[in-house]
């Protein structure tokens, strides 16, 4: 048997991508986490900390508190924006009485924040208290599905717990508790405060909480080295500096594998809210479906389906009373909402394998006629792969329940496709594909002379102007292979096999009605 196919990508890029999203779904600007790695890297090395642990803090480091948002849902319930609350948690030492009743309701009016309170003191504390075992085991169910070992995992679940013992998830205090874990710890907090407050302010929390939720021992190595610890951490790109820290080998991932990482990445993220739970799967199955109904490669398809999982990915930075509201949006709130694709884009695009999906992803909320975001691209700016996923994510999206309206039936999802093509927003070409994928009856596709799609008789007008492959793929916004394929099945329905004998038939067919134009070449 042939050894697996490698993507190329790593799976120090993947959960370095990943933690970006961690990032902003803890209110932090992005790169914390990785900043922090690096941080617990260098004390690591002045420990001496050994190779195999130093892999482990890596890991730790990137993905201690990517499980922080999902039971974002019931944090929204009780303190209004789960991201705020997140955020300012780190600002202090233990989320007390004081903290979670400070935080509860926020942006209610006042009686009904006294309601709320009533309600958090039947039920609501002890829910709210069982929030870190909650992040705990979903991080630790992540690194189980990237394949990190018991080691990685066992000190994600000790990064949870504090010196003093007051920590979740066993109460494990002092030295019991991993020395990688305790550094992951420390340098969270220390990471935030340097950016909020400088140098200074990094050197204070650890000294506040020195034998509370510091090893004092760590908090002298740092107080002693903070300068040079945090040296150049904003000078130099973060990313790159983590990337290049990858301990021992890297590992590199098969296709299978990186499908796998993906597919983990989706669910993970649908978990943001219950009412997105299956949409990413859902949508990159159908839209890879799609694709193929619509005549592209099975390359394309798959990068399709690939983007399909990812296209949410920017969710994350957008707070849950916003997603799970039942009434309308204000405008602030849409502009919030508007940004999430783009969130996704920037995310996906630190890593170049990841690129080409980031390009895909960030058009699902385009329209034709420009009304989409995050750009407001219009027209050819609009690419068929992403044509397709922005019909196959309003398909499949219609047809579940969300906070405002009921689930709709496939057959009013459907109609509700059409008047989008009616109205010019979407592609009738994409529609009619993922309909079709989604098992609709309609009708016989519209084809042209040899049974040419309406995009191949574009590429075959473009072909029989002279346009190379690269021109055409430049003209039509798609990819340079996309362009050949297209020109390869051209050929071979018309039965040609170079351009002249393409034109010839483009002619004698009045495919070619539009002028020749003095700025085509």
Not at 121 to 147: I, K
Not at 503 to 518: K, T
Request: some cysteine; charged content about 25%; aromatic content about 6%.
């Amino acid at each position: 048997m042939a050894p697996p196919a490698r993507t190329g990508i790593r799976l120090a890029e993947l959960v370095a991508t990943m933690s970006l999203g961690t990032d902003l779904g803890l209110g932090q600007p992005m790169e914390h986490c990785i900043r922090q790695t690096l941080i617990a890297l260098r004390m690591g090395e002045r420990l001496g900390v050994e190779e195999p642990d130093r892999a482990v803090l890596y890991y730790a480091g990137l993905l201690a508190w990517v499980g922080c948002h999902v039971d974002a849902y019931e944090q929204a319930r009780w303190f209004g924006d789960d991201i705020a609350v997140k955020r300012d948690f780190r600002h202090v030492d233990g989320a007390g009485p004081g903290f979670l009743l400070g935080h509860l309701g926020a942006g209610l009016p006042p009686l009904e924040r006294v309601r709320l309170g009533i309600a958090f003191l039947a039920y609501g504390r002890e829910a709210a208290e069982s929030t870190f075992v909650n992040h705990w085991r979903a991080t630790d169910a992540m690194a189980a599905r990237l394949g990190l070992g018991e080691e990685v995992r066992a000190s994600i679940e000790q990064t949870y717990e504090r010196w003093d013992g007051k920590g979740i998830p066993r109460g494990r205090r002092g030295e019991e508790i991993l020395v990688t874990s305790r550094l992951v710890n420390l340098a969270d907090v220390v990471e935030v405060f340097l950016g909020a407050g400088g140098l200074d302010a990094a050197v204070a929390v650890t000294r506040e909480r020195s034998g509370s939720q510091f090893d004092p021992d760590l908090v002298e190595l740092f107080r002693g080295e903070a300068s040079a610890l945090c040296e150049e951490l904003d000078a130099t790109s973060g990313w790159d500096a983590v990337i290049a820290a990858e301990p021992i080998l890297h590992v590199t991932l098969s296709d299978d594998e990186f499908d796998a990482a993906l597919a983990a990445i989706a669910d993970f993220v649908d978990l943001k809210s219950p009412w997105t739970i299956g949409h990413s799967h859902g949508v990159a199955d159908l839209a890879a479906e799609a694709a193929r109904v619509y005549g592209l490669p099975e390359d394309d398809a798959t990068t399709i389906r690939r983007a399909g999982l990812v296209h949410d990915f920017g969710r994350l930075g957008v707070s849950n009373a916003i997603w799970d509201r039942r009434g309308e949006l204000s405008q602030a709130e849409m502009e919030r909402v508007r940004l999430h694709p783009y969130l996704s884009e920037r995310m996906l695009s630190f890593a170049p394998e990841l690129a080409p999906l980031a390009a895909v992803a960030v058009q699902h909320h385009e329209r034709l006629d420009g009304s989409g975001y995050p750009r407001g691209l219009s027209g050819s700016a609009i690419t068929p792969a992403g044509r397709i996923l922005a019909a196959s994510d309003s398909y499949h999206a219609m047809t579940e329940a969300r906070p405002h309206r009921e689930a709709r039936t496939p057959q009013e999802a459907a109609s509700g496709l059409r008047t989008e093509v009616a109205a010019a927003r979407l592609d009738a070409d994409a529609v009619e594909a993922v309909l079709r994928a989604a098992g609709h009856r309609v009708g016989r596709r519209r084809e042209g002379p040899a049974g040419l799609t309406p995009r191949e008789v574009e590429v075959l007008r473009l072909l029989a102007r002279g346009l190379s492959n690269k021109e055409i793929a430049e003209r039509l916004v798609i990819s340079r292979k996309t362009a050949a394929n297209h020109v390869e099945h051209i050929y071979s329905k018309l039965g040609v096999s170079n351009r002249a004998q393409a034109s010839l038939f483009a002619v004698n067919r009045g495919l070619m009605p539009e002028p020749v134009l003095a700025g085509d070449t």
